[in-house]
């Protein structure tokens, strides 16, 4: 049972390496994965008895290696097709575990692995299941039911993604430093919509799905595989800060509990201060970008004690900054809310208001909106800013949480 | 004597551990902990966070370089440790094997001599 468990781990562990040597290889990602599901089967038979080996990821490479040329050389006596051409390098298969030390390779092969998940023709929600498919391994069960849709339109989307990336042929050499940085944008970019899609999503529809400590655990390997990079670290600090307020995020009934109005007992510490010290690291680079600059903003609720306390004047500077190097209505919103402490509802309403067009179809700018005109007593536009966001409101938190705003002012127009 | 028990494992896995794992395994430590601290005979305690939050000071040329990261790239970690006074280094195993059973990971811990062991002061 111990075991068992161990095993688990430990192949979920090595599986982005293992996968990512396995695509170099074969050159083909369904390839890969089955000669990974073969070696993995193997390690549960062979390593309850001789117990775990050394380095499991240069285990489960060598033996998926081989495991994938020998069904390579089955299908080629029934099809006439050259199985060498597929191939890469078959003539060192006795290379052994040397791969262990083949420390560049694994950097380029995880990078790899990850970076076919992003690919541009891939929308937003194919690019989260083929990574937490291929890269993290979870199950086409586990990633259907955060998506709400059945296993079997899964499956097919995943196929279908897989198949547009195989189209479009993965890029094998070695990258140099500028496709590098461009690779480690995308991917990083990837990691977050992953955390988004966990996090955004809401409890309690998806609060079993693990989703946001998936793109954590990819993030600090991006971050282990290049340790000098600001804006990873950034990014892994940024995850942690949001994550860390997770159990105090909804209430027992699974409403949705404002940053101001959390229980801050109820943060986790632990992730806080992990990702204060990467800022700190990050910031001795003095090479700011958009995850460190979000991460310093959410550093500084966290460092707060109190809502109170929080330091808006400096948050809306930070927000400023963001909108000059990735200028978008998003941000701004954010920043509306800064503006709101800072200067009143006034002065934040003026902010957004020019952001009616870009943002009608959002959610967060009609809920913003209606609090704001809610505060200047503005109730029959407030209502019908509230009634919007509840008509675009995702999950049922979202929806709840603008009918308590209605039922409030509701309950202070009649003079309650 | 003193000694450090120092515990080493692949962080990549002891990352990969859930929130409820993570917590059973410091309670788990925490009991075997606590019946060596009520003896008498445990001292500081310490749990590092992952590598990716160390940073490194060398000697350079002319100034001291800070390297982000570890010391060195290693399959497993130095994770934390703990300080011990046993009678024997019989006994400095016991503990070190009581942690083993607590911890499902395949950790290994190594066990070393204290030559100087400054407790420091209560930190605020």
Redesign the interface.
Known sequence: MRDLAWIDLALTSARPQAMGALLRYFRDLDMAEEAFQEACLRALKTWPDKGPPRDPAAWLIFVGRNSGIDQVRKRARNQPLPPEEVLSDLEDTESDLAERLDGAHYRDDILRLLFVCCHPDLPATQQIALALRIVSGLSVKQIARAFLVSEAAMEQRITRAKAKVGAAGIAFETPDAAARAERLGLVSAMIYLVFNEGYSAGLPEKADTPFCAEAIRLARLLLKLFPAEPEIMGLTALLLLQQSRLAARFDAEGQIVLLEDQDRSLWDRAMIDEALVLIDKALRHRAPGPFQIQAAIAALHARAATAAETDWVEIDLLYQTLERIQPSPVVRLNRAVAVAKREGPEAALALIEPLAGKLSGYFYFHGLRGGLLKQLGRYREAHEAFDRAIALATTSAEAAHIRQHIDQMQREAAGL | MLYAVLCYD?E??V?????EMDDKVMADLGAVNQRYAEAGKLGPVARL?????A?TVRKGATENI????PFA?T?EQFLGFFVLQAETLDEAIAFARELSAAN???GTYEIRPLQFFNPGVPIT
């Open positions: 692949a990549s896995e990352c990969a551990w859930s929130k966070m992952p590598t990716t939050a940073v800070v390297m982000d990261g790239e399959k499902p990971a395949n």
